[in-house]
């Protein structure tokens, strides 16, 4: 049977046993950092995200679990060149630095607009890649990052190096789940380019070591259609399952064709940082119980505690107390 104290009891209790033992108390910091992929295969579906990543009900649970978080945004379409975006469009761009005010995070994220990317696959890597390092992007290495496809420098606002104590959860919202530089492709974005853009080792060692990343991916399903190809890349269709009467969104693994499913990019991306790929539906339907399952692993991928309620261990007990 689970021990339950009241809140604010509980934080009594603790303050003045900590206070006793002359020990200070500080919350570990928490970054929220939504990438959103913009590009035309995600139109239909971008309204939906932004009324749900800014809804008064998300940003509430994500701030009750952890006080004084920071919400930052970027978004991405494709390099423009070589046919994989139009003129003008971007594989990364910064929308919004880290901040604890939700209604400057809620305004930057109710600006987004859909672009139009000119493939399947997007630079979902390069976009990871840049979120946590800002390190830009010079395609020819001539020390300008003003010519076509250069990515400049960024700051999305953490401190580095970051604190062992300042957890960031990164959320990545694309589909499908295809994509660019992996494998490696020397061909891309350009075979002219001097510099190679991001792979997915990089990143996996950037989002691990600079910004001390749980990674989580949330991919939208049209409707469940496993075996059948999702397009010309030797990608399965997305596998999808949603439970109409408990609202909980079911995860299955994208499968490649022939190969196992630990060869996806956000598979290996999750596994890395352990983290884990949403399945949710056509609308968004079950994103708030997969935001509640990240929050929960996130927190404590071992807790025995529900969710929406949080383990404190005390000398005289382990509680599990009402977030």
């Not at 940003?59 to 139009?86: C, I, K, Q, W």
């Amino acid at each position: 049977m689970k021990n339950f104290l009241s809140h604010k009891r509980l934080l009594q209790c603790a303050a003045g046993i900590l206070a006793s033992l002359g020990v200070a108390t500080a919350s570990a910091a928490t970054n929220i950092i939504y990438i959103i992929d913009t590009t035309g295969s995600t139109q239909p579906l971008i309204d939906d995200w932004k009324a749900e990543i800014t809804s008064a009900e998300t940003l509430n649970e994500l701030t009750a679990v952890y006080p004084g978080a920071r919400f930052g945004l970027a978004s991405h379409l494709d390099f423009p060149m070589n046919g994989h975006a139009a003129a003008g469009e971007y594989a990364y761009k910064l929308e919004q630095q880290l901040t604890t005010n939700t209604a400057v995070f809620s305004a930057a994220v109710n600006g987004l607009v859909s672009g139009y990317g000119g493939d399947t696959p997007e630079s979902q890597l390069e976009a990871i890649y840049q979120a946590c390092s800002g390190a830009g992007y010079d395609l020819n290495n001539n020390g300008s990052y003003l010519d076509n496809g250069d990515i400049p420098p960024s700051n999305m606002g953490f401190v580095k190096p970051l604190p062992a104590t300042e957890m960031t959860l990164i959320f990545h919202f694309t589909s499908p789940l295809v994509y660019h530089n992996y494998p490696e492709d020397l061909s891309y974005p350009d075979p002219g380019v001097v510099n190679r853009p991001a792979t997915l080792a990089e990143v996996v060692d950037t989002i691990e070591n600079e910004c001390n990343t749980r990674f989580f991916t949330f991919v939208p399903a049209n409707e469940p259609l496993p075996g059948m190809l999702a397009s010309t890349f030797g990608f399965a269709a997305m596998p999808f399952s949603y439970d109409m009467q408990t609202g909980d969104a079911l995860n299955y693994s994208l499968m490649a064709v022939g190969s196992s499913a630990s060869e996806n990019p956000a598979e290996i991306l999750a596994e890395a940082t352990d983290g884990d790929i949403k399945y949710v539906g056509p609308n968004l339907e079950g994103l708030d119980v997969a935001i509640r399952e990240v929050m929960r692993a996130a927190a404590d991928p071992e807790s025995p505690c529900d969710a929406g309620e949080k383990l404190i261990i005390l000398p005289f007990g382990s509680y599990c107390v009402p977030i």
